[in-house]
């Protein structure tokens, strides 16, 4: 580089490599608002010097590479704690959805109805001779059982929602999957001709930060830069192949039909613990059942507890009595009166002793709810449904706890690895400015080698 000419190409390198620099850094700032984006960095090198004496000659810079900044620790925590906070924000949407349909503690609410029931036979108590408070007790019975039925049909209308969200799930997971594969295969190609593909990784890392909230992921990266993905209990991404989901029909423990999430080239089961589609399946085969079970129990133990008292006594007739509720009805979707409003009001019992001014079985059925009940273990009504509610009630605070957190201790995360691999404005203007002086520098020696290329020429 001794030479005219020499030192005329080092500039000409020079020139070249600080505008790639420069163009580096006006890609960071174009992307500092871009979601996945990392800053990336043009790495400068002394090129090869010649041999010369008395030493080797200096030939100036070139681009070693350009690189993009990243955190693979931080990188697999994300992906891990990704699917808790899907699981997280499902669950916690799925039980504030189940608190919502029982209406507790509202005056519409199962609760408050129970309440005016129970308080319907203690006026009977008072007045057992009247058809008044009879007619008020039938209706009343009439708003408790649609009450139940309510109840019953919107948890079941809520599982067939979260079963009919099974295929667009993993139809958006069969699409990132194969958004994967094929940037694996471009990843790899521009790999194998010594590119760097910055931009590329960046999409394929945020493809998997998505599918990580839907499931329970893990990736391990190859040699030749493509990533391995597992999904569950296999693998979706090998290379550049997509392994798809498929979804089928089947039947869950209850006997009812649900839709079954398998893999397409196996039919082997899905199996995922976390993420939005394994807090759906858990909602919707165990949770959701096992609170309509929670309430079947409470029905049965309503209707068998009532019957048994009510046919003790005798009704306003004289009569023995009769069933109050229908004991084909035991569980919450099946519940309906024996007695019909508006004509059944004389059939029911009041009198524990066959008198006409007798409340004595109408106090004790108004007492009811607080009764121990063999029906149901030796616990009572309240008792059963008060333990419903509360469960829920916990389970949903605890799920709203548990978002809470997750988001919290992701936010973290997401604040660590943007310190590192996030786009600085501040840094990135320094850099700006260093590469305008030693662009600006390097044109300056090309300006005065092409002058003493011109005084020698004159002299020629």
Do not use: C
């Amino acid at each position: 580089m001794g030479t005219l000419n020499g030192i005329l190409d080092g500039a000409r390198r020079a020139l070249y490599t600080h505008q790639l620099a420069l163009g580096v850094t006006g890609h960071n700032i174009d992307n500092v608002n871009t979601p996945g984006y990392h800053r990336q960095r043009a790495n400068l090198r002394a090129s090869e010097p010649l041999p010369s004496m008395p030493g080797q000659i200096g030939t100036g810079v070139e681009t070693l590479s350009v690189e993009r900044y990243r955190s693979d620790h931080l990188n697999r925590q994300i992906t891990a704690e990704n699917g808790l906070l899907g699981q997280a924000q499902m669950r916690s949407d799925g039980l504030a959805l189940i608190e919502t349909i029982l209406m507790e503690p509202d005056d519409q609410g199962l609760s408050s109805t129970l309440d005016r029931f129970w308080n319907a036979w203690q006026d009977l108590a008072n007045e057992p001779e009247s058809l008044a408070p009879r007619r008020v007790l039938l209706d009343t019975a009439e708003q408790l059982v649609a009450r139940i039925r309510t109840s019953s049909d919107r948890l079941a209308a809520s599982r067939d929602d979260l079963d009919s969200r099974v295929p667009t799930l993993v139809s958006s997971i069969n699409q990132k999957g194969q958004e994967l594969a094929a940037l694996n295969d471009r990843i790899q190609d521009s790999m194998s001709r010594g590119q760097q593909p910055n931009d590329l990784l960046d999409r394929r890392d945020a493809l998997v930060d998505e599918l990580s909230t839907m499931g329970s992921v893990s990736v391990s990266e190859e040699a030749d830069g493509q990533l391995r993905v597992i999904f569950g209990n296999l693998p979706i991404v090998e290379g550049v192949h997509h392994h798809a989901l498929a979804v089928t029909t089947g039947t869950d423990p209850a006997g009812g039909v649900v839709q079954q999430v398998v893999w397409a080239r196996s039919g082997e089961a899905l199996n995922t613990s976390s993420g939005e589609l394994g807090a759906l399946l858990e909602l919707r085969d165990r949770t959701l059942p096992g609170y309509q079970d929670q309430l079947d129990h409470f029905t049965s133990g309503l209707v068998r507890g009532l019957n048994s008292v009510h046919r003790s006594g005798t009704d306003l007739d004289g009569r023995a009595g009769g069933l109050f509720f229908d004991p084909e009805g035991l569980t919450a979707a099946t519940i309906g009166l024996a007695l019909e409003p508006g004509r059944d009001e004389a059939r029911l019992v009041a009198s524990a002793d066959g008198g006409v001014g007798n409340g004595e079985l109408a106090l004790r059925m108004s007492g009811l709810g607080d009764a121990i009940l063999e029906e149901l273990g030796g616990r009572s009504l309240n008792q059963v449904y008060g333990g419903l509610v509360v469960s829920i009630g916990q389970q949903a605070s605890y799920a709203a706890s548990e978002l809470d957190a997750q988001t919290t201790f992701l936010g973290n995360l997401e604040e660590q690895r943007q310190s590192l691999t996030g786009v600085n404005l501040d840094e990135e203007m320094t850099a700006m400015l260093i590469q305008q002086q030693a662009y600006q520098a390097a044109g300056r020696v090309v300006a005065t080698v092409d002058e003493m290329m011109q005084s020698l020429l004159a002299l020629v």
